[in-house]
């Protein structure tokens, strides 16, 4: 389909080229980007509006005429924090590096040491009396990361509830290996405080992940092959 010569570019588009001026320029006014984007003040402000309502933009008086002040804009932490995110590609390469360690062993404790700091960065959002309680905020603290998922109550009074995640966190490495599995795993573990069992998986053609509260040794016997990454 042929496309126009001349696209006019999406207000999203328009924003990031306010937000790579502030950056290269530190602080400018609605004429100085008015000029440099080549559209009206008026589209300007709209945009600046836009931003400054996401955080991303701040405004500072610089006073001007009597009834109407001048102001500069720029970037906030928010703003400046906002580009370069390449966390992705790091994390794939990252995670080649630890499919290239050869020794079991070493690979455990490399998946068990990124599960634990998983863990760290929920442990305040994860509160609770029991280990069902705490089940119950992971998949709250899960849900605020737009992961969906749900805790599907104990069918009797000695069954067990379960964790079910319908998206993965971590798909393109999901993709690569289960290993990310193992960290997954050991996350949910740590913030419950009790074994966890992987009962079901995508991997193994699922249509979602089953997470358990279990007895003591299940876990790891439930599905072993999550422990390793592929060499």
């Known amino acids: 389909m042929a496309t126009s010569p001349n696209p006019t570019p999406s207000p999203r588009s328009g924003d990031a080229a306010v937000v790579d001026l502030l950056r290269v320029d530190g602080s400018l006014g609605i004429g100085e980007l008015s000029a440099a984007l080549g559209v009206t003040a ?14 991303l933009v701040e405004r500072q008086a610089l006073g001007g005429r009597r009834g109407r002040p001048a102001h500069a804009y720029s970037l906030t932490d928010s703003g400046r924090r906002s580009g370069g995110d390449n966390f992705r590609d790091l994390a794939l390469v990252l995670w080649r ?3 290239g360690v050869r020794d079991l062993e070493t690979r455990r404790g490399l998946l068990g040491r990124i599960g634990s ?12 009396d029991t280990a069902a309680d705490r089940l119950a905020g992971v998949a709250d603290a899960m849900r605020r990361r737009d992961i969906a998922c749900s ?7 000695d069954g067990l509830p379960v964790l079910t995640s319908y998206s993965c966190p971590y798909p393109d490495l999901a993709e690569r290996d289960r290993g990310i599995c193992a960290a997954e ?11 966890v069992a992987l009962s079901e998986c995508r991997l193994d053609g699922g249509s979602c992940c089953r997470f358990s509260i279990a007895a ?3 876990a790891a016997a439930n599905h072993p092959q999550d422990l390793q990454t592929s060499p």
Not at 151 to 157: G, I
Not at 185 to 195: A, D, N, Q, S
């Open 216 to 218: 003591a040794g299940d």
């Open 151 to 157: 805790v599907e109550p104990a069918a009797s009074e």
């Open 117 to 128: 700091a998983l863990a760290s960065m929920h442990r305040a959002e994860v509160v609770g």
């Open 185 to 195: 795993r050991t996350m949910i573990e740590e913030l419950v405080g009790t074994p």
């Open 97 to 99: 590096e630890i499919r």
């Open 42 to 55: 008026t589209a300007v402000r709209q945009r600046l509006d836009r931003l400054m309502r996401q955080g």
